[in-house]
């Protein structure tokens, strides 16, 4: 099955709760009210400008529509983000950290994130390497970022799917995910799953799957 509302139906036998994130990259904003129609709620971007040029401005959106970004965010880009996202999925550094911070400071407002945890340590691929560095981080904004809400860690599977290179890495992160969450409660999410793998990532203790080519297609 395809479309919003197959796939939330599928995630719905296996998890009741899991968060469903409608990946909308490359599909245009008639793509994104379709499955707002079938009762998608939460989008997902990985470029900042590409979210710009197609979503309304932020408080001009549909009921309860929420847009958050995915993929790597450069610190020049940081602002624009603030502007138009109500969650930052893709953390991956203590400069980007301290860099929205003061943004959001300036902005006035507060905002949602997910730590990135390179859990596959593949060399091209972003996030933090450890467990260690990512509860660092973690301590970090608890202490010294009153503009950042922690909600939580954010992992992509290894690249080219394997099922034991998946398994361990999706463990890897539900081990980091959890030590976060014994240091505060409010961050309960962990972000993982995608097309090909979002069975694994649930059986590994996901809530939340970020899901495109399912929902809308193949990207061109
Ligand atoms: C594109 C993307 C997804 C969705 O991938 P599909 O394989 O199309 O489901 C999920 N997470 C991130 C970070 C992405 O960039």
Not at 21 to 46: D, L, Q, W
Not at 163 to 185: D, I, P, Q, T
Request: hydrophobic content about 40%; aromatic content about 6%.
């Amino acid at each position: 099955m395809t479309g919003y509302s197959g796939v939330l139906q599928e995630v719905r036998a296996v998890s009741g709760s899991a968060v469903l994130v409608a990946v909308s990259k490359t599909h245009p904003y008639e793509a994104v009210m379709e499955a707002y129609a079938e009762g998608a709620r939460i989008f997902g971007e990985n470029r900042v400008q590409e979210a710009e040029a197609k979503f309304p401005p932020m408080g001009e959106r549909p009921e309860g529509m929420r847009l958050y970004l995915i993929g790597q965010l450069q610190r020049n880009k940081v602002r624009k983000a603030l502007q138009i996202a109500d969650r930052i999925e893709s953390v991956d550094s203590l400069p980007l950290i301290d860099k929205i911070e003061k943004e959001a400071a300036a902005l006035g407002r507060t905002i949602e994130v997910l730590l990135e945890l390179n859990s596959s340590g593949e060399e091209q691929k972003a996030g933090f390497r450890t467990e260690e560095e990512a509860l660092a981080a973690a301590g970090h904004i608890m202490a010294d970022c009153p503009h950042i809400i922690l909600k939580g860690l954010m992992t992509v599977g290894p690249l080219g799917y394997d099922r034991e290179r998946n398994r361990e890495a999706f463990s890897y992160a539900h081990k980091v995910f959890a030590g976060m969450n014994s240091l505060s409660s409010d961050c309960d999410v962990l972000s993982m799953g995608m097309s090909a793998d979002w069975q694994q990532a649930l059986a590994c203790g996901s809530t939340e799957v970020r899901i495109g080519t399912a929902i809308f297609g193949a990207r061109a």
